[in-house]
């Protein structure tokens, strides 16, 4: 099959049906210089990711988040949206697609213009107290942590600051001493801070599940984008999908869990196919 002719294909599935729900990954953000958590298999690379009861609990491991979150945290606010973002935005716009969903926590879709969006695991550009609940903006708690803890502050020329950052802001840095890392606290109460996205062992909010499913139910078709779905919490919207007959599309470089279920799967990245479809 022709790449025209995959286009041709996600075209007629865009007229086909009116109330598309967009489901998004990281794939979507690559383009973006926003490294995937998962090669073209599906496997996870890096270290194991930080568990949210562990980082609650513990306070090293709240240092060693704080600390690689420092490094990693730039790519992320340096990060623009990319043609992918922008003709997602342009399709909602156009009432082309009914919503989006994403499993990203760059808060591209926003910058980019889209508006029907549900961030289920969060945006790293907030930052949550534990204990009064108060939300800080990420750029702020990264200049407190520059001062804080100077001896840590990124040096080099542009684009060599964090060559293995994460697509959640950690970064694969190893540092030999975390026991003196400044950790940063609420400028309200002193409580803990946490970022505001859902870690791995953490579970989606009830209201922006209920949100999100409401959404999916609302849909007539999926579109998959950049997300290998590997995890459940995105993976559920195409089983659901698949339940109750809905046809299922992808746009993706690599396999995906979902691959048994999913009709029509353009195997290429989503910033060279959405543009297109406009």
Known sequence: MTMKHEIDQLQAFLRRHQRVLVLTGAGLSTASGIPDYRDKDGVRRGRNPIQGPDFRKSEAVRRRYWARSMAGYPTLAGAAPNAGHHALAALEEAGRIHGIVTQNVDGLHTRAGSRKLIELHGNIHGVVCLDCRRVHPRAGIQEWLAQANPELVPTGPAGEVVPEARPDGDAEVELDEFQHFQLPYCAACG????????????????????????????????????????????????????????????????????????????????????????
């Not at 007539?220 to 599309?249: E, T, W």
């Not at 869990?257 to 353009?266: E, P, Q, S, T, Y």
């Open 191 to 278: 409580g803990t801070l946490q970022p505001d996205v859902i870690f791995f062992g953490d579970n989606i909010p009830p209201q922006r599940t209920t949100d999100a499913l409401q959404m999916a139910e609302e849909a007539d078709a999926v579109l998959v984008v950049g997300s290998s779905l590997m995890v459940f919490s995105g993976y559920r919207f195409a089983k659901l999908a698949a339940q109750a007959n809905k046809p299922i599309a992808a746009i993706n470089l690599g396999k995906t869990r979902a691959d048994d279920l999913i009709g029509l799967k353009v195997a290429a990245s989503a910033v060279d196919i959405l543009p297109l479809l406009l």
